[in-house]
């Protein structure tokens, strides 16, 4: 009775089997393409393909960190911090370039933040020899042509794009 419920010549439970195989391969592939994804998005040549990013992008390049990609800056590190920071993000920038809006200057508090502290953690052997880490709360209030050169003129921030 058994065989001919399975069908002559199979086990009981092997369709089980591959439906969790096929389940796990499936994850995996998903799981593949999730890290991609998020990993091109951080990415200068994809936030340049926004026109109000295209300015950042350009002065980003030319800057100290041209070899960091904009969201080891811009977004938080931990990945469960990291996900709906993004998707916010990204929702911001679309209504912003359908609006016609510019990059806010300043950020917004809660961007300045992150950054703060991803500067604070990457330049950490630095920052243990200063003793005015306490006399600004941001440390783009001393270094703020670090990131995108706002202290240079305009006509020297404004080139060509990617």
Same mark, same amino acid.
């Given at each position: 009775?058994?065989?001919?419920?399975?069908?002559?010549?199979?086990?009981?439970?092997? +369709?089980? %089997?591959?439906? =969790?195989?096929?389940?796990?391969?499936?994850?995996?592939?998903?799981?593949?393409?999730?890290? %991609?994804? =998020?990993?091109? #998005?951080?990415?200068?040549?994809?936030?340049?393909?926004?026109?109000?990013?295209?300015?950042?992008?350009?002065?980003?390049?030319?800057?100290?960190?041209?070899?960091?990609?904009?969201?080891?800056?811009?977004?938080?590190?931990?990945?469960?911090?990291?996900?709906?920071?993004?998707?916010?993000?990204?929702?911001?920038?679309?209504?912003?370039?359908?609006?016609?809006?510019?990059?806010?200057?300043? +950020?917004?508090?809660?961007?300045?933040?992150?950054?703060?502290?991803?500067?604070?953690?990457?330049?950490?052997?630095?920052?243990?020899?200063?003793?005015?880490?306490?006399?600004? +709360?941001?440390? #783009?209030?001393?270094?703020?042509?670090?990131?995108?050169?706002? =202290?240079? +003129?305009?006509? &020297?921030?404004?080139?060509?794009? &990617?």
């Amino acid at each position: 009775m058994e065989g001919a419920r399975n069908g002559p010549g199979t086990k009981p439970g092997a +369709p089980v %089997w591959k439906l =969790l195989f096929s389940g796990l391969v499936i994850g995996v592939i998903l799981a593949g393409v999730f890290a %991609w994804a =998020l990993n091109a #998005t951080d990415q200068r040549q994809f936030c340049a393909s926004c026109h109000i990013m295209r300015e950042a992008a350009v002065t980003q390049k030319l800057g100290m960190h041209a070899k960091l990609s904009c969201n080891e800056c811009h977004a938080p590190h931990a990945l469960l911090a990291k996900i709906p920071f993004k998707a916010e993000a990204a929702m911001e920038d679309v209504l912003g370039n359908i609006q016609g809006r510019d990059v806010p200057i300043p +950020p917004a508090k809660k961007h300045r933040d992150i950054v703060n502290q991803n500067c604070i953690n990457c330049h950490a052997p630095v920052n243990a020899k200063v003793a005015s880490m306490a006399v600004k +709360p941001y440390c #783009t209030d001393c270094h703020r042509s670090v990131a995108h050169m706002r =202290l240079n +003129p305009i006509s &020297e921030r404004t080139v060509g794009y &990617e």
